[in-house]
């Protein structure tokens, strides 16, 4: 079924949108939320927890990709089951590692609301001039939360080029963002 059908059934508030959700995107939040907590029982969770927050969202929401409201819900409610699971267990697992390779070229994200939309801008502008090879390893690293080998696989290179590249583009990160003006 097409993401604009969808969305109207939600509109028309009818069960069988949550259906049609899960049929056309539930692997694909699945894979999200598994990325992140490498749990299948609180990705399972956190994927029925995107269809109700869906479902409270659409309307007055509007999605104008689906697919992409599916994928920040998800990632956001695997994050905060994330850091509620491990509060107190810091170092250990893929969510730790990723921030501690972003730490050196991104801010802190204790920032005004101001200044977290101008950086959002910063890196919408910033990824946009990425090679669309090297944008799709930092996404597929920094937002979908895959690992070097995943990635290195579904891109059909080796890990180490994945490795370099992401470290070169962390570097063009900070170096962009420092003049922009952005202190680090």
Not at 21 to 27: F, N
Not at 77 to 93: A, F, I, M, V, W
Not at 96 to 121: F, H, N
Request: glycine share 4%; charged share 30%; net charge neutral.
């Amino acid at each position: 079924m097409e993401d604009s059908k969808i969305v109207t059934l939600y509109w028309e508030r009818s069960q069988r949108a949550i259906a049609e959700t899960a049929k056309k995107y539930g692997a694909y939040c699945y894979r999200i939320a598994h990325n992140i907590l490498q749990s299948r029982e609180d990705a399972e969770e956190c994927v029925n927890d995107t269809y109700l927050r869906t479902w409270d969202a659409i309307p007055p929401s509007r999605p104008q990709r689906l697919s992409a409201f599916l994928a920040r819900i998800t990632r956001n409610l695997s994050l905060n089951r994330y850091e509620q699971r491990h509060t107190d267990k810091r170092g250990h697992g893929q969510i730790p590692l990723l921030l501690d390779e972003l730490q050196e070229c991104v801010p802190d994200s204790g920032s005004p609301v101001a200044e977290d939309v101008l950086l959002k801008d910063l890196l919408d502008r910033f990824l946009g001039s990425l090679h669309p090879r090297t944008r799709s390893l930092f996404v597929l690293r920094y937002w979908h939360a895959y690992s070097l080998e995943e990635i290195a696989a579904r891109q059909g290179i080796s890990r180490e080029n994945v490795a370099v590249t992401l470290f070169r583009t962390r570097e063009k990160l900070k170096n962009f963002l420092q003049e922009e003006g952005v202190s680090l």
